[in-house]
């Protein structure tokens, strides 16, 4: 439809029809027979039949036949047949699940993160979805945040900026295709106070522009078409109706011309905080600041008329929050096809074929990330002959998924029990369950969050001495152990990120054994790991690997893959040190030495227990001969850095080469270490290559005391290295 019938579309609909394209609802309520509908969203949110009639978009209704009935009964009721918008969560994948986007962060590799996105679109288009509420590029720092695990950058700006630029080119290249990303959560959301859904955040305006905002600019500039606001303040002031950073940053300033859309509830929310007096207000302030659909409220539905009426805004206002959504239904071509890709048959081709499972498993591979490995006891050889115990909670368990994976198939999901049932031989297999991952009374208290059932578990210590006796036949215990998949995601904040107890206790009684213990933790969030450790020959950080995670597992376990993740959060050694990471500022008496009047902790470690960019390999890579070929950078000339790297093993392998730069004196207090580029190479056998990286001045800028982005002249040092500890450092000048 081109422009000028969109403009005469605009002018033929009622102010009732603009309003209700501003508004979205959940599938299930649309999906209620109609003799229910009168029980059903007018009395949960009392929403006007006009509005019902004429509302704009969908939010988390799947599979095609789905869609198609929906949007035809809407379309048979609808007076001027504008179609229906489909919105989903698809997080890190919609049956073929994909590792947590924390974990895909940690391959350090644009294709993983591309192509993990690829392939959870493209099942997700078949079933129906026009957008997708990914990729979600929060910069967060405290491991407390239950969120963390849809984090795609974790704690880095730099990855940040690249890992969303994959993701929005994998849904939006291909124009036939028919979805766009919505980028979340605008802004600062993984900054929130104590590491606790929803909370207060407050920063300055240099440190709001040199770490959150560039992935939001990357995203503008990478042509995403919708933007999801976060659910906390910023600077006293809800980011859902704060004018400063939607009108004034978002639109003005970056030149955003797309959708913005509240998060569930939001603008409502903004009662509860004590900046909108009524829902009327609520619905001033939001549309004034430029929100455009409201999500799962009726403050827009039951106010924005009242509001024209009166001659609070203007009836031009509505109309330019409905054309950009117009806009959007055009480019995706729903006046012409209101299905979209929605396709039932290429749903059961394409849906968790062994093609995409395949695939799944070659990718979860690249996100494991290899934690210790003492004396080389991994790879394991299925030739020796020698007895294995399997033996956990996770051992035999199919929530290998995350909480956000909302249309997982738990039953297609294959257990590391299965998979070892597989490759080795039956009577050199034992297994025990050990614990549950929660003991009674923490689960239940889980799942009445949850509003789920409570259940009733096993005597644990039983548990316990069954997996010491079946532990005591055998030469090699492999122990999966984590946190409850519930301990993650959304309303997940812990206090305390330590292992279970139980399990805790578990492996305590095992260690008693002097058996050799390989350990596999299943996690959403950088857990405190210091006594598992200490405690096993080996420890693999297997995140929650999705649909083909235990084949993943195996495949690192035996060498058929060589591990290459690195974290993209710092691990901290105890919860207290959170929030924790590698690119903080020095005060005046920095930690280094154990002097008492320093920056410090008493009765605590001060650094991180697994620094950020850490990650083992069956390889082992040596670093050397770093050199600059000049001491010199300026804006006319940059400065080549190269390094040598050898693989002094025998095995293929993958490293990945990091560097990070230091401005050693500047206007304003700098970071320790910035990351400001890596290189992701493999390997062969002894092989040794000459990395080289170019240092520009764009690497060297800042915003200073004026928030002028610039690069001061002065000394810096720049470090290249296996991970954010352990480098080689050099200096140099910039004029």
């Not at 009935?69 to 698809?90: A, C, G, H, T, W």
């Not at 039983?462 to 090699?476: R, T």
């Not at 050397?624 to 040598?644: F, G």
Request: aromatic content about 8%.
């Amino acid at each position: 439809m081109i422009q000028e019938k969109l403009e005469d579309l605009i002018k033929k609909m009622t102010l009732e029809e603009k309003i209700g394209q501003l508004v979205q609802i959940k599938g299930e309520i649309i999906l209620m027979e109609s003799k229910e509908i009168s029980t059903g969203p007018y009395k949960i949110f009392k929403l006007p039949k006009e509005v019902y009639a004429n509302v704009g978009s969908i939010l988390n209704l799947i599979e095609s036949k789905n869609i198609k009935k929906v949007q035809d009964e809407y379309l048979s009721n609808n007076r001027l047949k504008i179609p229906l918008l489909f919105m989903n969560d698809i997080i890190n994948g919609y049956k073929t699940i994909l590792p947590i986007p924390l974990a895909q962060g940690c391959s350090w590799d644009e294709e993983i993160v591309y192509n993990c996105a690829k392939l959870s679109i493209e099942e997700a288009r078949v079933a129906g979805v026009n957008v997708n509420f990914s990729p979600m590029i929060d910069l967060v720092r405290d491991a407390r945040w239950g969120r963390v695990m849809e984090s795609i950058c974790g704690e880095d700006v730099l990855l940040s900026q690249k890992y969303t630029k994959s993701i929005i080119k994998a849904y939006q290249e291909n124009n036939k295709d028919k979805t766009v990303a919505c980028v979340k959560h605008f802004i600062g959301y993984g900054a929130v106070e104590a590491g606790r859904d929803y909370n207060t955040v407050d920063m300055s305006e240099r440190e709001f522009r040199q770490y959150y905002l560039p992935a939001f600019k990357v995203a503008v500039d990478s042509g995403v078409q919708m933007i999801m606001t976060s659910f906390n303040i910023m600077n006293g002031i809800p980011c859902t109706i704060n004018k400063k950073l939607l009108k004034n940053i978002l639109r003005e300033e970056m030149g955003f011309k797309g959708i913005i859309i509240s998060d569930y509830s939001a603008i409502e929310e903004t009662i509860i905080h004590g900046v909108s007096k009524d829902k009327k207000e609520a619905a001033y302030n939001a549309i004034t600041a430029g929100i455009d659909i409201d999500m799962m409220t009726n403050v827009y539905a039951t106010n924005l008329e009242k509001l024209v009426k009166e001659k609070v805004i203007s009836e031009k206002l509505i109309d330019e929050a409905v054309m950009r959504i117009l806009n959007l239904k055009n480019k995706l071509g729903l006046f012409e096809n209101p299905y979209g890709n929605a396709n039932e048959e290429k749903e059961k081709k394409i849906i968790m074929s062994e093609q995409n499972l395949q695939k799944a498993r070659n990718l979860t591979t690249e996100t494991i990330v290899l934690l210790e490995n003492k004396n080389n006891i991994l790879p394991l050889n299925i030739n020796q002959n020698k007895k294995i115990a399997l033996i956990g909670p996770y051992a035999d368990n199919r929530d290998l998924c995350g909480e956000w994976s909302i249309y997982a198939e738990s039953s297609k999901v294959k257990t590391l029990k299965e998979v070892l049932q597989q490759r080795i031989q039956k009577d050199k297999l034992l297994f025990a369950k050990g614990c549950d991952v929660l003991e009674e009374n923490e689960l239940n208290t889980l799942l009445k969050l949850k509003g789920e059932e409570t259940k009733k578990l096993g005597n644990q210590e039983n548990y316990i001495k069954e997996a010491v006796n079946i532990a005591k036949q055998a030469d090699i215990i492999i122990l999966a152990i984590g946190e409850h998949y519930l301990q993650s995601g959304e309303a997940s904040s812990r206090a305390n990120i330590e292992i279970p107890k139980i399990q805790k206790e578990l492996l305590r009684q095992l260690k008693k054994l002097n058996k050799k213990i390989i350990t596999v933790v299943f996690n959403g969030r950088p857990l405190i790991l210091k006594e598992i450790a200490e405690s096993t020959e080996a420890l693999i950080e297997a995140w929650l690997p999705g649909t083909e995670g235990a084949n993943a597992i195996s495949d690192i376990i035996f060498g058929d893959v060589n591990p290459s993740g690195k974290i993209i959060m710092s691990f901290p050694q105890v919860s207290s040190q959170c929030p924790i990471y590698y690119n903080h500022y020095n005060t005046g008496r920095p930690h280094i030495n154990d002097e008492k009047f320093v920056s410090r902790y008493q009765d605590i470690p001060t650094e991180s227990y697994y620094p950020f960019g850490f990650g083992l390999s069956y390889s082992n890579f040596i670093y050397s001969n770093l050199k600059l070929s000049s001491k010199i950078c300026s804006h006319n000339s940059d400065i080549e850095v190269t390094v040598a790297v050898k693989n002094n093993s025998s095995r293929i392998g993958k490293e990945v080469i990091q560097l990070y730069i230091q401005d050693l004196y500047a206007s304003v207090v700098r970071p320790v270490k910035e990351l400001k580029n890596f290189k992701k190479l493999s390997f062969e056998p002894y092989e040794k290559k000459q990395i080289s990286f170019k240092i520009t001045e764009e690497m060297l800028k800042f915003y200073n005391e004026d928030l002028e982005y610039i690069a001061e002249k002065g000394e810096f040092k720049v470090f290249i290295g296996t991970n954010s500890k352990d480098l080689l450092e050099e200096t140099f000048e910039y004029v």
